[in-house]
């Protein structure tokens, strides 16, 4: 649990870290994540590398995205 915890703690400090460097109102939700920096090294056998799945994770949530499909379609028509 407490290793669950730090990784909570490390995510969200980076993007605050990346909010306060935002000035503007009119920030883009791609402009943050393209900002955020998760260094984990693990790719734990994955195609995609661990800071792409937890963009696309946070993307989901941000746009209310609930399906993996849906995911896929708005990034293909969003680019």
């Known amino acids: 649990m407490k290793n669950t915890n730090t990784t909570k703690y490390y995510i969200e400090k980076q993007i605050y870290k990346?909010?306060?460097?935002?000035?503007?109102?009119?920030?883009k939700i791609s402009d943050v994540l393209s900002k955020?920096?998760?260094?984990?090294?693990l790719n734990?056998?994955?195609d995609y590398s661990t800071s792409s799945l937890?963009?696309?994770?946070?993307?989901?949530?941000?746009?209310?995205i609930r399906s993996?499909?849906?995911l896929?379609?708005?990034?293909?028509?969003?680019?």
């Not at 896929?72 to 680019?79: G, M």
Request: net charge positive.
């Open 72 to 79: 896929v379609r708005y990034l293909k028509f969003n680019k």
């Open 54 to 64: 937890i963009k696309s994770v946070i993307l989901k949530q941000l746009k209310g």
């Open 36 to 41: 955020l920096d998760f260094g984990f090294p």
């Open 18 to 27: 990346v909010f306060e460097r935002c000035k503007s109102k009119d920030v």
């Open 44 to 46: 734990a056998g994955f």
């Open 68 to 70: 993996q499909s849906g």
